[in-house]
């Protein structure tokens, strides 16, 4: 039987198709951002809506927090437990040869991919002044989880980058630029064939 | 709350009308399109299949919106197998976590789409908690 043809499929943060995931003041968008669902379409890739570990987790009236109050045993698991979840799906993707890609959201604890953010010493009265932490390049608590269940079922990693909404002061247009460099760069290693073979 | 931009509706929605293949494109309305412009997030319900862990870590979430002042619809697509909601499966999710069914609105294909995108744009703007729950939530 004729297989179906190669498709581009992102996998992208919960909110970033919602929204109404954000921790409060942290929406920027009714309900999608439209500049990421609508830079991926264009180029022909499928959408594939990550859950989002916050909300299920501590809710959606949740204090803001910092990678350093996430990076706990019993939300590493929660996280462990969403990457079992929506990790079949990725692997049959990624099996039938489609090329995966990840949309973070960068600055975010959990959902950061080159960025997250960090304070080590936040914790108990939530009455930090605004800005009061740090931008770090490492990746949020649940991308770190998710791709280290995806290195478990022996999956090559995926090409990854995030939408720069939670680093402090949201500057769409350069987010849209980076985007945009990004799946050119997609573009360009798909055309010279340097993508990881799957084992 | 200050500054923030959340539309406090939600949709929950079938894989093939984030996604609607090449062959039934023409078929259907735009239907991230008009939930864009109705203010509504979107849930991703899976493509056909079993996917347990994920359609319960789905209630999950559904239930926690519902519980602080969320409106949650579903939008599926008629002739699907529970409109591509997975509904069989969801509703009892949703029963056992104590949430009220979301309303659901079928899309038809292969008809006039321009219709059917009003259609379902009327259903989305006429849909909302009561006032009374709006005000104790969303402040």
Redo the contacts between chains.
Sequence with gaps: MKQDARRRVALIANCLLNQNAKVCEGAHYRGLVSPVVQALRSRGYELQQLPCPELAFAGARRWWAVYEQYDTPAYRAHCRRLAQAIAPLIEQYIRRGDEVILIGLDGSPSTGVRFTSSKPDWGGRPNRPDDDWEIVPRRGIWIEELEAELKRRGLPSVPATGWALDMGRFDEAGSRRDLEEFLESREAAQGSGDDPAVP | ??????????ALLPDTL??PREASRSALPDV?GI??A???????L??PGE?G??L???A??VA??AH?G?AVAAVGVRGEPGGGLHWRRLAPLLRHRGVALPPRHLVRALVDTATEGERLAAFLSGYDLPVEEQRRWRV
């Design positions: 709350m200050n500054g923030d931009a959340r539309g406090w509706r939600i984030v996604n991230l939930l864009e109705a203010g509504y997030g979107v849930l991703q899976p493509p996917h862990p994920l319960a870590a789905i999950d979430q926690e919106y602080h969320y």
